[in-house]
């Protein structure tokens, strides 16, 4: 799970997060890529008043 907080941290954004729909469109977007490419899983959760969780299986190299 990561923040907005967070994410704007990690991106180096200058960008208040939690006055700003910027990251809501990053997400969207990139959200829209990952369904195309999975066909049509959702792997990005939005967390209400929290913020975004990652929801994938990780498998092992060799599995």
């Known amino acids: 799970m990561l923040s907005r907080q967070a994410l704007a941290q990690l991106t180096g954004s ?3 997060p939690q006055r700003s729909r910027t990251f809501d469109v990053r997400i969207s977007r990139l959200r829209r890529i990952l369904r195309e ?3 049509g899983e959702d792997l990005i959760r939005p967390q209400r008043g ?3 969780r990652l929801e ?3 498998l092992e190299e060799g599995a």
Do not use: I, R, S
Request: aromatic share 8%; glycine share 16%.
């Open 14 to 16: 200058l960008v208040d």
């Open 37 to 39: 490419l999975t066909g």
């Open 50 to 52: 929290e913020g975004y």
């Open 56 to 58: 994938a299986t990780v």
